[in-house]
């Protein structure tokens, strides 16, 4: 029954490993995102896809690499991980209904608490 | 992206009404007013959206004046699971994006 499901749920790693967040919608949605929620609780957006398209990119290291492999799926890699790097990471996804008239809720994951130390 | 002011944090008990404004003196004709919970440890999930006027659903209401440099979402009769963070948000309909502030940590007692 979970819409938005990441894995996994709490990371902790050692600075300069590198890892991965799996993240999977059952809802049919056409868009998915990746969001960061800093230890101040800002939550902001790092990349969406739409039908396995790169469609934002925010400033963001390039040791963070998004793949989807699928529209149900969208995967975050983080490469040579920083302290700085720790923090909770959101999926999350919307369907693709433009001319609705409405703009878009979207539906987030549990959440993964990274933990670089 | 239009800019959000919501307050930092409101206290409230049980079976109260709870009313958060939002500024947004710089909206576009062209966009949307949202609002988000968080719990803790969880993500955010979509309460309400309006464009203008007044909408209702099972959860809140959200009050849109004339100008719409401003809204109020108004959760009725609160309970202790109602505590969490609300988010206002503001764009447009085919905007991703969604730009998150830093919310109002609504706190219910008993």
């Known amino acids: 029954d979970t819409a938005v499901s990441q894995t996994p749920k709490y990371l902790v790693t050692q600075m300069g490993n590198d890892k991965s967040i799996k993240c999977e919608q059952n809802?049919?949605?056409?868009?998915m995102y990746w969001y960061k929620q800093d230890s101040k609780k800002f939550l902001k957006i790092m990349f969406s896809y739409n039908n396995k398209e790169l469609i934002i990119n925010e400033t963001v290291p390039n040791r963070f690499s998004p793949k989807s492999p699928d529209k149900a799926h969208l995967n975050l890699h983080i490469n040579s991980l920083e302290l700085g790097d720790s923090a909770v990471y959101f999926c999350?996804?919307?369907?693709?209904?433009?001319?609705?008239?409405?703009?878009?809720?979207?539906?987030f994951g549990p959440g993964t608490r990274l933990t670089v130390t | 992206l239009a800019k959000t002011t919501q307050p930092i944090s409101m206290d409230s008990y049980e079976g109260q009404e709870v009313n958060i404004t939002c500024s947004h003196n710089?909206?576009?004709?062209?966009?949307?007013i949202t609002w988000y919970q968080q719990f803790p440890s969880q993500g955010p999930r979509f309460i309400i959206q309006?464009?203008?006027t007044k909408v209702t659903n099972e959860v809140a209401s959200l009050f849109i004046p004339a100008d719409r440099k401003s809204s109020t979402l108004s959760l009725p009769r609160v309970s202790l699971s109602d505590t969490a963070v609300y988010y206002c948000l503001v764009g447009a309909r085919n905007d991703y994006k969604l730009s998150f502030g830093a919310g109002t940590t609504v706190t219910v007692r008993a």
């Open positions: 999350a996804s919307s369907p693709h209904s433009l001319g609705q008239g409405r703009r878009d809720e979207q539906y």
């Open positions: 809802l049919g949605h056409d868009t």
């Open positions: 710089n909206i576009a004709t062209n966009d949307y």
């Open positions: 309006g464009y203008k």
